[in-house]
Nanobody
């Protein structure tokens, strides 16, 4: 079993910054990629950013240019730095682990429970 534990959400004023962190814990061999998705109220879940185990990154259009993703393979963590936040960035942000190689030699995706980010004055 793999658990993704998210932290760092909360309330921030427009123009502010926020850092989200996610830790993957449990028993597994490897993780292909980790990243962040978000789901604004009444909208579909969308990619924010992801980083692969070899350091490759991909950003969604919503926060591109205003976010930086980083990861630590040894610690199984991923961080998302967000800046110049806008009210439309308000959403539940979900950590995602892509193609986790389990002890049963299967490749499974996992999701965190989500952390609320609210951008408001």
């Amino acid at each position: 079993q793999v658990e993704l534990v998210e932290s760092g959400g909360g309330l921030v004023q427009p123009g502010g910054s926020l850092r989200l962190s996610c830790l993957a814990s449990g028993n597994f061999f490897s993780i292909h990629a980790m990243g962040w998705y978000r789901q604004p109220p009444g909208k579909q879940r969308e990619l924010v950013a992801m980083i692969t185990s070899d350091g490759g990154t991909r950003y969604g259009s919503s926060l591109e240019g205003r976010s930086t993703i980083s990861g630590d393979n040894d610690k199984n963590t991923v961080n998302l730095e967000m800046r110049s936040l806008k009210p439309e960035d308000t959403a539940v942000y979900y950590c995602h682990a892509d193609r986790v190689e389990t002890l049963g030699l299967e490749f499974v995706d996992f999701w965190g429970q989500g952390t609320q980010v609210t951008v408001s004055s």
